[in-house]
């Protein structure tokens, strides 16, 4: 099996092709591949548990690790007791691990 990693940094409320990291990581997630989406930056804004219609929660039941960048968080005024149940915080070094293992595929988007 394949490690996949997705690495969100766009506002999914500006930019409509986020729909590419759901729907390529819930695939992916089907045929057996381990998958974490990892969000930084503006992709962060979707880790809130108030935010409409957030494609987190498809990606949290299909079994996907949904992974947030705390400093992006902490950037935006997100708080870890706001984020939507399927979200960690998690280090930029977190990141750089995941990125290293073995046999793993990184996407960034």
Known sequence: MTNYLFIESRDPFESLDVRFVAETATALKERGHTVTVFLVQNGVLA???????????????????????????????????????????????????ALVEENTKAIWH
């Open 47 to 97: 880790s809130r548990r108030a935010a409409r219609d957030s494609y987190l929660a498809r990606l949290a039941e299909a079994g996907v690790t949904l992974l947030a960048d705390d400093f992006s968080l902490s950037e935006r005024g997100i708080q870890p007791a706001e984020l939507h149940a399927g979200v960690q915080p998690a280090s930029i070094e977190t990141l750089v691990d």
